[in-house]
T-cell receptor
Framework: DSGVTQTPKHLITATGQRVTLRCSPR?????VYWYQQSLDQGLQFLIQ???????AKGNILERFSAQQFPDLHSELNLSSLELGDSALYFC?????????????FGPGTRLTVL | EDQVTQSPEALRLQEGESSSLNCSYT??????LFWYRQDPGKGPEFLFT???AGEEKEKERLKATLTKKESFLHITAPKPEDSATYLC???????????FGSGTRLQVQP
């Protein structure tokens, strides 16, 4: 158990809908990262937050957004969902800004868009 | 652009048959190289971090090594419970995110 928690574990929804994925980092960690893992793309970095502020952005679609709250938990919002958004979404956390930090991953949320 | 290539894509071993997994990388500057283990449907589990060429780290039956262009994960006398996908990731000096390879699916048969 990494100490990173994610909810829900599974999510099934329809195209065009909006969903919210939630992540709680390990105790004491200030950085939260979101990754998407699909069969054809592997693990792809989406976005990083550090202590409430966005610090790095990867291949995140404009339909996706995230935020980190004062209690350090983070939410990833996915809107106007398409079939291709079906994937595993992982949250990771690290203690600092991410420079040489080890990132610890949560158990993931499996999103299925029908 | 950072690139990470892992080989082989899949590897089947008999219990006790040692082998190595390869991770070749291209970065402008290496801040760190990370190895993770991932079981089906689960999150990646951290194994090792290597920072500079020549560095080695060991944990039970696993040993990770690093050169300027690649890293190896050596598995000595594997057991069926070592079956998993092993992921390699690099962190470039100019970035905070990790760039992952596609992984090596390891199956150890009793």
């Amino acid at each position: 158990d990494s100490g990173v928690t994610q909810t829900p574990k599974h999510l099934i929804t329809a195209t065009g809908q909006r969903v919210t994925l939630r992540c709680s980092p390990r105790s004491g960690d200030l950085s939260v990262y979101w990754y998407q893992q699909s069969l054809d793309q592997g693990l792809q970095f989406l976005i990083q937050y550090y202590n409430g502020e966005e610090r790095a952005k990867g291949n995140i679609l404009e339909r996706f957004s995230a935020q980190q709250f004062p209690d350090l938990h983070s939410e990833l919002n996915l809107s106007s969902l398409e079939l291709g958004d079906s994937a595993l979404y992982f949250c990771a956390s690290s203690g600092g800004l991410g420079l040489r930090d080890t990132q610890y991953f949560g158990p993931g949320t499996r999103l299925t868009v029908l | 652009e950072d690139q990470v290539t892992q080989s082989p894509e899949a590897l089947r071993l008999q219990e006790g048959e040692s082998s190595s997994l390869n991770c070749s990388y291209t970065v402008s500057g290496l801040r760190g190289l990370f190895w993770y283990r991932q079981d089906p449907g689960k999150g990646p589990e951290f194994l090792f971090t290597l920072y500079s060429a020549g560095e080695e780290k060991e944990k039970e039956r696993l040993k990770a090594t690093l050169t300027k262009k690649e890293s190896f994960l050596h598995i000595t006398a594997p057991k069926p419970e070592d079956s998993a996908t092993y992921l390699c990731a690099v962190q470039d000096t100019g970035r905070r995110a990790l760039t992952f390879g596609s992984g090596t699916r390891l199956q150890v048969q009793p």
